[in-house]
């Protein structure tokens, strides 16, 4: 039994629209070892990218408790989350959300501000995360000068240059073409396989799944487990 | 300083708007030191007035003159050190528009008073003794090229001579300055005996009187003592601090610090509202940029510091160009004005106060925006984009 990465109990969301509640997630437990590679599918509005950003520490449980690497997430305040997230956990988003103004190098640098890190180090650690996802030579374009699949992988190396452990991607190929999806796919398996990364990946697609170790589908903010090879 | 990168590249995320914001920026500043720099000249005289002197004027108004008997009175009235006496003499050299102040003055006397005012003492004495003798600022021998043994010719506009003529010769045996940076020079001092003796009317009457007081007397009572003395005759006085008196000359020309001030606080108005709309519509426009920013660990109040210093930035890159130009313009304009406005000047305390209002106003445009964007759900802002 490998040890365990992130750990969801009893967990609860609800979300109160005026007078109506929104049950989203119904006292959901989970956990993720460290190393999985899961895909996470379900209809529209079944909750999944709610559960993701209580893992991502991005939210927090109406009821029960999110732990992920030790920390305790749902307990914790405001700013000790935002210090969590510089370091712990690297988001890729269907939408890429690159800041359009910055260079691709500049946009992968980002997360380095928030350390003590020198502007040299900064520059030397952005260039070895383009290199890992194959953008090196891109490193002063723009986003608007990539395309979806570039800017795709602008959007990972972001993701893991502060070398965090855990990755969570909301669709990330819900915007790309085929054989750019399999790519950015195989990146992301290789990000697992190779540098270790435990990745979380919501999907709407069963291709895409087939990449993850296991795949979990969610219903109505409940989950079912279905393991794959 | 590491955020600097992040908030240049945004504040230019339109280049048009940013570019248009910082041109009106820079518009309301370069006028803030145009206004300030005249302003300036206005106040100058207050400024660098004496608290131990005093004035005696004419209770009706400053254009009736004294009797020249006055100033022993004066004198040796209790409290008062010295005194002397001065006139107005209101003509120009060559051309109308060359106007600048001439006084007749007892010109030993003169300069014992105004210690502020430096000369050559060889320079004093051979004024005083030469009948025409002249004494003028720097300024003004600069800007007329005057040299010592020129001979100069004022035309006058008020006294005639006594033979009819209205040119009044003088010869240059002195050149002045001020040891005060902010002290102007730009008038011309010459003896009052020659003006007395010439002139075709007036004799034996002095424009106004200006007396130090003795150490430790108390300027009110002086005054009062001397306007008591003179009370019910028919030249009665009225008798101020040299400050009341310099102002009192600069409000003939309007109440130009209100309009000055009034004109300033209209541009800031605007200039708040320009920018505070400006960072509005920016922060508006990238509600997910920021909050992928905070998704990556960026804390609420770092996002505030960043569009705060991004609406401070815009300002000040706006405020600093305008300041740079005006500071040139005043430069030019104090050069050409140095004999009608002397004072033209563009203070320290202006230019941090300029800069005080910039980052004033950088944080009220910003402040709302900002707001709004540290208080941004990072869950609602990602679901919306
Ligand atoms: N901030 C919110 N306030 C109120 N309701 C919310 C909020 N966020 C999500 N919901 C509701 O929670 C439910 C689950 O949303 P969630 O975004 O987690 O679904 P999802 O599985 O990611 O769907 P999709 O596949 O469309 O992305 C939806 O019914 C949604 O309307
Ligand atoms: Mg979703």
């Given at each position: 039994m490998a040890e365990i990465l992130a750990k969801l109990e009893g967990v609860s969301r609800v979300y109160q629209k005026g007078k109506e509640r929104v049950d989203v997630l119904h006292e959901l437990d989970l956990e993720i070892e460290k190393g999985d590679f899961l895909a996470l599918m379900g209809p529209s509005g079944s909750g999944k990218t709610t559960l993701l950003?209580?893992?991502?520490?991005?939210?927090?449980?109406?009821?029960?408790?999110?732990?992920?690497?030790g920390a305790t997430l749902s307990s914790m305040s405001n700013s000790q989350l935002s210090n969590w997230r510089a370091t712990h956990v690297g988001f890729i988003f269907q939408f890429y959300n690159l800041l359009p103004v910055l260079t691709a190098r500049k946009n992968v640098e980002l997360p380095l501000l928030l350390t003590n890190m020198s502007a040299k180090e900064r520059s030397k650690r952005a260039s070895l995360a383009l290199e890992i996802?194959?953008?090196?030579?891109?490193?002063?374009?723009?986003?608007?000068?990539l395309s979806g699949g570039q800017e795709q992988r602008v959007a990972i190396a972001r993701a893991i240059v502060s070398d965090p452990q855990l990755l969570l991607c909301d669709e990330p190929t819900g915007d790309l073409d085929r054989s750019t999806a399999d790519e950015i796919l195989g990146l992301l398996r290789s990000l697992n396989a190779d540098h270790g990364k435990t990745i979380i990946m919501v999907t709407h697609d069963a291709q895409a799944a087939n990449y993850a170790r296991r795949t979990l589908h969610m219903d109505k903010g409940k989950l079912e487990t279905r393991a794959t090879a | 300083m590491k955020y600097f990168g992040l908030i240049w590249k945004n504040a230019w995320r339109k280049k048009i708007r940013t570019s248009l914001t910082i041109l009106s920026v820079l518009v309301a500043f370069l006028l803030f030191a145009l206004l300030n720099a005249i302003g300036y000249a206005f106040r100058a005289g207050e400024d660098v007035s004496s608290a131990e002197r005093l004035v005696v004027i004419h209770k009706i108004s400053l254009i009736n003159p004294l009797p020249i008997s006055y100033e022993a009175r004066i004198a040796s009235t209790p409290g008062v050190a010295e005194v002397t006496h001065a006139s107005w003499f209101g003509g120009y050299y060559q051309e109308k528009r060359n106007q600048f102040a001439q006084f007749p003055v007892d010109i030993k006397e003169y300069f014992a008073l105004y210690p502020e005012l430096i000369i050559a003492p060889e320079q004093l004495e051979a004024a005083a003794q030469n009948r025409i003798g002249t004494i003028v600022g720097h300024e003004l021998a600069e800007q007329f090229g005057w040299k010592l043994g020129d001979r100069i010719p004022i035309q006058a506009t008020i006294w005639t001579k006594a033979d009819g003529?209205?040119?009044?010769?003088?010869?240059?045996?002195?050149?002045?300055?001020?040891?005060?940076?902010?002290?102007?020079?730009?008038?011309?001092?010459?003896?009052?005996?020659?003006?007395?003796?010439?002139?075709?009317f007036g004799k034996g009457t002095a424009g106004w009187y200006v007396l130090r007081i003795a150490p430790g007397a108390d300027p009110v009572e002086v005054a009062n003592a001397i306007d008591a003395q003179f009370a019910n005759s028919p030249n009665e006085t009225e008798t101020s601090t040299e400050a009341a008196f310099a102002a009192s000359f600069a409000k003939q020309f309007g109440n130009i610090a209100m309009i000055v001030q009034l004109i300033l606080g209209a541009v800031f108005f605007t200039l708040l509202l320009v920018a505070g709309n400006t960072m509005s519509q920016s922060v508006r426009e990238r509600i997910p940029e920021l909050a992928v920013l905070k998704t990556l660990g960026f804390r609420d109040s770092t996002v505030l510091g960043i569009v705060l210093s991004e609406s401070i930035l815009i300002i000040a890159?706006?405020?600093?160009?305008?300041?740079?130009?005006?500071?040139?313009?005043?430069?030019?304009?104090?050069?050409?004005?140095?004999?009608?406005?002397?004072?033209?000047?563009?203070?320290?305390?202006?230019?941090?106060?300029?800069?005080?209002?910039?980052?004033?106003?950088?944080?009220?445009?910003?402040?709302?925006?900002?707001?709004?964007?540290?208080?941004l759900s990072i869950v609602d802002a990602l679901a919306r984009g």
């Open positions: 950003n209580l893992l991502g520490g991005l939210d927090k449980p109406t009821a029960g408790t999110v732990s992920v690497g996802v194959g953008l090196a030579d891109r490193a002063n374009h723009r986003p608007r000068e | 003529g209205r040119t009044w010769e003088f010869e240059l045996e002195g050149i002045m300055r001020s040891n005060d940076p902010r002290g102007s020079t730009a008038f011309m001092l010459f003896n009052h005996d020659y003006f007395d003796e010439a002139r075709a890159l706006g405020g600093l160009l305008g300041l740079g130009i005006g500071w040139v313009l005043v430069q030019g304009m104090a050069q050409q004005l140095s004999a009608s406005l002397p004072g033209v000047y563009l203070s320290p305390q202006a230019l941090l106060l300029a800069v005080g209002i910039m980052i004033g106003a950088g944080i009220f445009a910003g402040f709302f925006p900002a707001l709004k964007a540290m208080r």
